[in-house]
């Protein structure tokens, strides 16, 4: 029996099969929860059912966290075919493109800030406060996706960078709030993996190249590896961990 049997776990932010909301997908299946998946738009629906169909779900449910109706109408729809919620899985982020090249003041304005801020880290206050009434008394986590760039100026990062360090501070404050009420709040923290996302970062192959030459293990990490992670922190094997970021990057943290 896998440590997430009788879990229930809606996961947000499958694009494709290469991201690694798809990495957690797999690995919590693999761990014996059940899994609901989200779509941001029309285009990713069909995609995501099937991927949802591989984890033996057919729980597929529209979500753009822009939109308060979409997040309502999600955990309106969850609480109709679940009795209670164990897990959310936050896996969304986005930044204009152009804020993601060349030099942060240059790159950096109002409506970048605005638009980084507002779906790469509100968006997770906002979903576990949509879900915490399913959540309640149950033991249940979040988890988040941050990267480095949050505490370390990292070139053509730029603004996801401020956006992940307010990320990994709703980690903390969320933590507090929604302990007493049983539920823990954690982030991984991911090395670069080869992403839609990623994509969308000016330079991201150097990123990868120069991971690979440093890190402690010499190379990349996966989405399985992340994912297994995040099946670790929404499991109770993790009871006694809340308001952390664990590291999931082969080790490139450590470097100086
Ligand atoms: O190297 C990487 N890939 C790393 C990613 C290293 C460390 C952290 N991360 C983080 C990202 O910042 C993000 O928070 O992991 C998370 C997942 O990213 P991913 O798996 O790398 O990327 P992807 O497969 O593109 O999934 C992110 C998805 C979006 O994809 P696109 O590429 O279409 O923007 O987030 C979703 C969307 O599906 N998303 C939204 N979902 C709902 N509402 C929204 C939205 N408004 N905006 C983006």
Known sequence: MGFLAGKKILITGVASNRSIAW???AAMHRQ???????YQNDKLKSR????????????VLPLDVAQDADIDAAFKALG?????LDGIV????????EQLEGDYIDAVTREGFNTAHEISSYSFAALAKAGRGLMAG??????TMTYLGSVRAVPNYNVMGIAKASLEANVRYLAASLGPHGTRVNAVSAGPIRTLAAAGISNFRDMLKQVEERTPLRRTVTIEEVGNAA?????DL????TGDVLYVDTGYNILG
Request: aromatic share 6%; hydrophobic share 45%.
């Open 80 to 84: 109709e075919r679940w009795d209670g």
């Open 32 to 38: 014996g929860a059940e899994i609901a998946l989200t």
């Open 90 to 97: 936050h896996s969304i982020a986005f930044a204009p493109r």
């Open 23 to 25: 990495g957690c997908a």
């Open 238 to 241: 993790a009871s006694g961990i």
């Open 231 to 235: 099946a670790f922190l929404c499991s």
């Open 48 to 59: 995501v059912e099937e991927m949802a169909h591989q984890c033996g779900s057919d729980l």
């Open 138 to 143: 149950r033991n249940g986590a979040l988890v």
